[in-house]
């Protein structure tokens, strides 16, 4: 394809965190197209130990950059580029703008949300606690890189 080819949209899913200098890296992106939809865990706004937080990975050095919203919204600002986010982990940095926020969704109905906190908590008296196959699976090479 031509040097200078665009794309409607561009994505980066699970990309952002391995940026050693997400400024360059991000405008690399960009250089495709005006809108980067993409994926990246917003940090906890108080954490008061590193070790509570599995997504950090010290111990691997896998994770360089670390993001919140605040901080993407200073990069997409930074950039000339609106920002929205659905407040978890999808993102989208856009020349548009739009008068709602396209990767939040609404809530789900009020019939729906009691459907799912009863299985939730259907869940919870059977099986206990459920925790994250990733959180399990860092848990235990953490131990295994320990001894």
Avoid: C
């Amino acid at each position: 394809m031509p040097a200078d080819t665009k794309f409607e949209i561009a994505t980066a899913f699970e990309v952002f965190e391995h940026l050693p200098d997400p400024i360059a890296g991000i405008k690399e992106m960009l250089a495709y197209s005006d809108n980067l939809l993409f994926t990246t865990e917003l940090q906890p706004e108080k954490l008061d130990d590193v070790n509570d937080r599995w997504y950090f990975i010290p111990e691997t050095g896998q994770h360089l950059s670390l993001f919140n919203e605040p901080s993407l919204k200073y990069l997409a600002d930074k950039l000339g580029y609106n920002f929205y986010t659905d407040g978890k982990s999808l993102h989208l940095f856009t020349k548009q703008k739009f008068s709602k926020n396209p990767v939040k969704s609404d809530k789900d109905p009020f019939l729906i949300r009691k459907a799912k906190k009863l299985v939730r908590k259907t869940e919870q008296k059977l099986y206990g606690k459920r925790e994250g196959l990733l959180e399990r699976d860092w848990k235990y090479i953490k131990g295994k890189l320990s001894k």
